[in-house]
T-cell receptor
Framework: RKEVEQDPGPFNVPEGATVAFNCTYS??????FFWYRQDCRKEPKLLMS???SGNEDGRFTAQLNRASQYISLLIRDSKLSDSATYLC???????????FGTGTRLTVIP | NAGVTQTPKFQVLKTGQSMTLQCAQD?????MSWYRQDPGMGLRLIHY???????DQGEVPNGYNVSRSTTEDFPLRLLSAAPSQTSVYFC???????????????FGPGTRLTVL
């Protein structure tokens, strides 16, 4: 079983829509979770960390559900500039590396 | 503050050739790593290092060597290039907190490698 699994999409949504991505992880003892954003032909960049109580950064909300072992990313009021691939990332305990999901592609349509 | 830099940006090799992908960071990060990214596969860890003089294998280390003689530099060597190594290669660095957990990973711009 993969450490991290994501729905690859693509998600095509109109401007102003709300869209949510989920990601599941296999190691129940994992403590660190992140969402990264990757634009076409560019390097991944940190979008936000995911905290146990959930956290918000402007239009972006990240949540963690430990019981079901998934993390989510909610984007409200989608902008054209949100078009990108969103990578779910997990750091299992005792692992000196991060595990990346394959990414979910989002296209926001005018 | 340049962050993480990688050279070259593009490279074409013939099967059997060797080459070194360069990576440097100026943030004094202890942790550095190399990933390859292939369509539908996501980012896969090749090798990583938690400090100068210390390296370890990741998920897909075969065909690659690394060394970490300084904190700043972490070159990746392809010993004998094969078409299966055609990919985009990203170097990344991060700090390690007191508990040894990884902080935010900062990525270089990537090297697009084609092996014919």
């Amino acid at each position: 079983r993969k450490e991290v699994e994501q729905d690859p999409g693509p998600f095509n949504v109109p401007e102003g829509a709300t869209v949510a991505f989920n990601c599941t992880y296999s190691n129940s003892a994992s403590q660190s979770f992140f969402w990264y954003r990757q634009d076409c032909r560019k390097e991944p960049k940190l979008l936000m960390s995911v905290y146990s109580s959930g956290n918000e950064d402007g239009r972006f909300t990240a949540q963690l559900n430990r019981a079901s072992q998934y993390i989510s990313l909610l984007i409200r009021d989608s902008k054209l500039s949100d078009s990108a691939t969103y990578l779910c990332v997990v750091n299992p305990p005792g692992a000196n590396n991060l595990f990346f999901g394959t990414g979910t592609r989002l296209t926001v349509i005018p | 503050n340049a962050g993480v830099t990688q050279t070259p940006k593009f490279q074409v090799l013939k099967t059997g050739q060797s080459m070194t992908l360069q990576c440097a960071q100026d943030m004094n990060h202890e942790y550095m790593s190399w990933y390859r990214q292939d369509p539908g596969m996501g980012l896969r860890l090749i090798h990583y290092s938690v400090g100068a003089g210390i390296t370890d294998q990741g998920e897909v280390p075969n065909g690659y060597n690394v060394s970490r003689s300084t904190t700043e530099d972490f070159p990746l060597r392809l010993l004998s290039a094969a078409p299966s190594q055609t990919s985009v290669y990203f170097c990344a660095s991060s700090y390690l907190n007191l508990a040894g957990a990884l902080g935010t990973q900062y990525f270089g711009p990537g090297t697009r490698l084609t092996v014919l």
